[in-house]
């Protein structure tokens, strides 16, 4: 017992001299080096990012409270973050991969993530998150599996299939960044991917001879699960397996109540997983297919994703048409109502084993409520933008968490209206001033002719009503306040809205954006800031010891990889009209190799204590 104690102390003790705590939960460690390669997904050769030479990234492949340390290299030619896109970063916002919150890593420069994956379980994603970088690659699949002592609410499945679709442009990013940078329109995509690569020829005339395509083989009888997510740029997918039903058992780190579907839409942003059994008699390999939708799907037929379901014993390739998509083009409410029929399995245990439903949402009070609009692009200052209530979101130069941290006033307002603006358009940096354990509704309005996800980080909201229409506080009668989905990242139906629900538990800054990377790109997004008001070190990690500065702040930056020591880096790389994200050339090489040993040490020391302590409990 004394031992333990001391124990417990000395890993106190090393938690506050290290500013880190992660008790003895296991670490994983990744490295991930982005470059550009050159890849023909769709018969043309352009530049791809790839994490470790490949396309698409690594998965992410984890288990609930594991210490994930993942040591980013910038090979690329402008700066860089990583988003870990509905992973919750609880009490630390810091690791969040955004401009709010982090100052991106320049070229040349490795910077290290490390952050736990506290009581989630389920299937995301990550993403680079600056400069239209999504639309050419670096994304990858990141799962975190429930721990041994926590069943699931189904079979174990006999297999694990990531399937990462979006559409795609033959476009590099740089590209399509001047053509919105002039105000223009994207256009249709060039076609979608599967994994990075192109639809199999399932029509000579609509695919061109020798593209690559994906092929998962399965063998008959087996049931898999399989993780979908669309990483794509701004278009919802209709997802569906020839002859197979997809039984859908999870979104986004909630466990679903299980139905089957013969397809789904799967709007940018989202993740899901479907438990498909291979029940059929393999006379022919079976279509994968991801189409478009909400759009004029004559015209968009190249915007289809083709892949090969291949069962051991197949006896043929698969031929003849694709199946069909749904045939509502007259009837807008069978996709919202598909969406509404997604609803959490209460009885089911997520990460911990209380039921999922045991946090009783529909009966605690809401202490704010906010209505966020979203109009098609206007124009401010002659530049095409996009807005949320009438505000098109700039960042700062300083990250939001960082000026808090050192008090640097002006970087932004904390002013986000509740109920959208009325006047013209404006550019700032507005946050919303959220209330630490408050709950919040946020009702999003979309006022565009186009489909819109939007997603938050830090938190799974709960996605509580949907209709076409404008919200009214009538519109409050028909909530679903028992089994609304927690998930990341919802859809708004054009001319609609949706409402959700939010406890705001986690301390930090956390980002609130559309997923449409157009849209993103261009201002609708911002920022809710949850503070608490309590001076304690409990609710929120402190600032990580390699934290990058930047902004007001660039003269505190202490150390420079030893890869760039020599190297002049230039700060102004980033092309984006309205992000004066800047970055000091560091000065003090020597420091570096100091604080790189003493963190090495800190890891040793940790995983020594980490690996004792379990032994004397
Ligand atoms: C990106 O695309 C533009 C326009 O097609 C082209 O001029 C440029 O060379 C491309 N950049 C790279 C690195 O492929
Ligand atoms: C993830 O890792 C577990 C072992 O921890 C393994 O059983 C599982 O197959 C892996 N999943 C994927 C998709 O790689
Ligand atoms: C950069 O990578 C090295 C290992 O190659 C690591 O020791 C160092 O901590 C990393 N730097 C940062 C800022 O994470
Ligand atoms: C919900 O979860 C429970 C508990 O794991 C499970 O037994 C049940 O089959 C699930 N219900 C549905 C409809 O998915
Ligand atoms: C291929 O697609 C074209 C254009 O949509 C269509 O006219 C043609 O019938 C299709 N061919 C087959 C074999 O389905
Ligand atoms: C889903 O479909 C499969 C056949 O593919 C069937 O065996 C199963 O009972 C169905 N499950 C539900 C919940 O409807
Ligand atoms: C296999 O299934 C297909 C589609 O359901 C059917 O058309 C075909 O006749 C079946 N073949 C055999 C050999 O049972
Ligand atoms: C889709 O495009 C086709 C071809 O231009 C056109 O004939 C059709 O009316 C369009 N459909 C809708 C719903 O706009
Ligand atoms: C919610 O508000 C109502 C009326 O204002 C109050 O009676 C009730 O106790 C509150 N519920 C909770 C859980 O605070
Ligand atoms: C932000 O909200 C807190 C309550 O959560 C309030 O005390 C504070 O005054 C608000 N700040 C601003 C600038 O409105
Ligand atoms: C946008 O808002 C205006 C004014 O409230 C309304 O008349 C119009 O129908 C809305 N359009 C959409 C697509 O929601
Ligand atoms: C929180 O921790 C920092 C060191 O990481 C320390 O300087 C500060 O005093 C602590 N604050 C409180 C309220 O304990």
Redesign the pocket.
């Known amino acids: 017992m004394a031992l333990s104690r001391v124990l417990s102390l000395c890993l106190a003790h090393i938690c506050l001299f290290a500013s880190v705590c992660f008790a003895a939960d296991p670490f994983v460690f990744y490295n991930f080096d982005l470059s550009y390669i050159t890849a023909s997904p769709l018969g043309v050769p352009q530049q791809v990012i790839a994490i470790n030479g490949k396309f698409p990234g690594p998965t992410i492949n984890v288990t609930t409270n594991n210490n994930v340390v993942v040591?980013v290299r910038n090979k690329l030619d402008e700066n860089l973050l990583i988003h870990w896109s509905g992973i919750q970063q609880r009490r630390s916002s810091w690791q969040d991969g955004v401009l709010g919150t982090n100052c991106p890593i320049p070229p040349k420069w490795?910077?290290?993530y490390q952050f736990q994956v506290k009581d989630q379980i389920g299937s995301f994603f990550y993403i680079p998150s600056l400069n239209f970088q999504r639309a050419a690659g670096g994304f990858g699949s990141f799962i975190i599996n429930n721990r041994p002592i926590i069943s699931i609410p189904f079979a174990t499945p006999d297999g694990d299939i990531t399937i990462l679709i979006g559409d795609w442009y033959t476009q590099n990013h740089t590209a399509l960044r001047k053509t919105l940078d002039a105000g223009k329109d994207l256009g249709m995509p060039n076609g979608v991917l599967i994994n990075g690569k192109g639809p199999y020829r399932y029509n000579d005339t609509l695919v061109p001879d020798g593209l690559d395509y994906e092929t998962f083989e399965v063998h008959p009888g087996k049931t898999y699960r399989i993780r979908v997510h669309n990483v794509g740029v701004s278009t919802s997918l209709n997802f569906r397996i020839q002859n197979h039903n997809l039984l859908l058992a999870e979104t986004e780190g909630s466990y679903t109540v299980q139905q089957n579907y013969t397809s789904l839409d799967i709007h940018v942003g989202q993740s899901y997983s479907f438990l498909v059994t291979m029940d059929q008699n393999a006379s022919t390999d079976y279509y994968i297919v991801a189409s478009a939708r909400f759009v004029n799907e004559s015209i968009w037929k190249r915007v289809t994703g083709v892949a090969i379901l291949h069962y051991t014993n197949s006896k043929g390739k698969a031929t003849g048409p694709l199946p069909d998509p749904p045939s509502d083009e007259y009837d807008k409410t069978f996709s919202m109502n598909q969406a509404r029929s997604i609803r959490w399995n209460v009885s089911a245990s997520g990460a911990r084993p209380n039921p999922q439903g045991s946090f009783k949402y529909g009966s605690i009070n809401v202490t704010e409520v906010y209505v966020l609009k979203n109009k098609p692009p206007v124009t401010i200052n002659g530049k095409q933008r996009t807005t949320l209530s009438g505000i098109s979101f700039v960042n700062p130069s300083t990250p939001i968490r960082l000026a808090d941290k050192y008090k640097v006033k002006g970087v932004y307002k904390l002013d986000f209206p509740t109920r959208p603006l009325t006047g013209p358009s404006r550019i700032e940096t507005s946050i919303i001033n959220g209330t630490y354990r408050g709950f919040m509704e946020v009702i999003l309005q979309n006022n565009d002719t186009k489909m819109q996800s939007y997603h938050m980080s830090g938190y799974a909201f709960f996605v509580v009503g949907m209709d076409y229409g404008e919200w009214t506080n009538n519109s409050r009668g028909t909530y679903n306040k028992w089994d609304g989905i927690a998930r990341s990242t919802t859809q708004v139906y054009p001319g609609a809205w949706t409402a959700i629900l939010i406890s705001l538990d986690n301390v930090g800054v956390w980002n609130l954006r559309t997923e449409n990377l157009d849209s993103w790109y261009l201002g609708q997004e911002t920022y809710v800031r949850v503070v608490n008001p309590e001076a304690t070190n409990k609710t929120e990690l402190p600032m990580p010891e390699?934290a990058l500065f930047c902004g007001a702040l660039s003269k505190l930056q202490k150390y420079v990889?030893s890869s760039i020591s020599a190297v002049i880096v230039n700060p102004f790389l980033n092309s984006h009209p309205f992000s004066s994200v800047s970055f000091f050339r560091p000065q003090d090489v020597s420091l570096a190799t100091s604080i790189?040993s003493r963190?090495?040490l800190f890891f040793t020391l940790l995983m020594i204590v980490c690996a004792v302590i379990p032994t004397f409990h």
Request: aromatic share 12%; charged share 10%.
């Open positions: 040591n490795n910077w290290t390699n990889p790189n963190l090495k």
